[in-house]
C-alpha cells in the first residue's frame, strides 16, 4: 500500500509540474470576440479577433491556475479606431485599438518634466530586485530597492568606458589606471558589488574593442596589434587566441571556427550571444512583438532608450532616468550628468 501511495504521490506531482510549466494554447470565445490564449516562454499571450482585425496582447508572467483568462472585452470608438480592452484576470490590461490596417495603442504615455535642484537624486522607486549601476568616472552609483551606496573602484577619474560590457549579472571592464594600455581586467558582481581583478602580462591598447561573447567569456580585439584575446571571467583567465603568427578564430553558434583578418579590421565581424528583446523603443515611439504582430504605443516626448526586462522599460528624458511598466511610469533617478552625456553610463539588470 505504502508503495501505491508514493507512486500516486509522484504521479500527482510530475502532473503538477508539469501543468505549471508547460506551454498551452486554447481558443474560446467571449461574447462575441473569438479569443487565442497562449503560455509560452513564461509569458502569456492573447489575441481577439473582431471584425476581421487581429488585437494582440503580451503580459510578462507565467501561466496560472485557471486558463481562460479574459472574462470580458470591452469596446469603444475613438476617431476613427476601434479600441478593445480585455479584462484579464490578475492583471492590469491595457488598451490597443485598429483602424483595419495598423494596431496602435490607445493613449500616450505621458510623463511630467521632474526638475530637481541637486545634482544627483534617487527617487528609490526601484524593487528589491532591480539594480541600476551609473558610471560616476572613479566608479559606480549602486541604486537598489531603497538602497544607494558608491562603489568607487579607481584614483582617478576614466572619462571612457567603451570597453565596459554587461553579460546577466557581471560587468566585465579593463583595470583602468594607465592612459594608453592597460594589462587587467576587473569583474563587478551586479547584486553585491564586490569585484575581483584578472591580472594578465599582456598589454591591450584602448582602441581595442569586444566583438563577442559566450558562455562565460567575452572577446576582444586589439586593433592596433591584431591580436584576440577570450577573458573567461568564471576561471578569471585572459588567454590570447588569435594572432598573425597563429591564425584567428571566430564563434558560429558558439563554437569556434577559423576566420581570416580582414574580418576583424574590415568587415567588423561580431558574435553576441546576449538576451532578445520583444521591445523596440525609437524616438517618442516603442513597440512589441506580440506573438505574431508588432503592438504600437507612444511617449508623449522623445526619448533615449537604456534597456528593457519583461514590462520594464528604462529610458532617459532629459537629465532623468524612467521606468515604464503595467504600473505606470515613474521617475528612477535624477542625474546633472544626463544632459551632457548618459551613452555607457548606466546598466541596468533584474534578478
Known sequence: MKKVFYCLVILFLIVLVKFFVSSYSITYKVGKYDILEEARDKSMYFEIKYENNTYSYKIYEKRKLTKKRISSVKKEEVNGFTCLTPNIKGYVSYTMCSDGKELVSKDTLSFKDDNYEEDFYFSKNLSSKEYIYIWKYDGFYFLNGDKQKSVNIFDGDRYSNDLMF????????????DEYLFSDFIVLDIPSGEYFTIKTNYSINYSSKIV??????IYIFDNKDNVLYQVNYKKKSVEIIGSKAKGYVKLVNGRKRDALLKEYTKEDITYFDLPSSDI?????????????DISIKYFNSQVSYVSSYKDN????????LY??????????VHNFEFNFNSDDLIFVYNK
Open 166 to 177: 554587461q553579460v546577466n549579472d557581471k560587468l566585465i571592464f579593463p583595470s583602468y589606471k
Open 212 to 217: 563577442g561573447n559566450s558562455k562565460n567569456s
Open 280 to 292: 523596440y523603443v525609437k524616438s517618442n515611439v516603442y513597440s512589441y512583438v506580440n506573438n505574431k
Open 313 to 320: 522599460i528604462y529610458f532617459i528624458y532629459k537629465d532623468n
Open 323 to 332: 521606468r515604464k511598466n503595467n504600473q505606470g511610469i515613474k521617475m528612477i
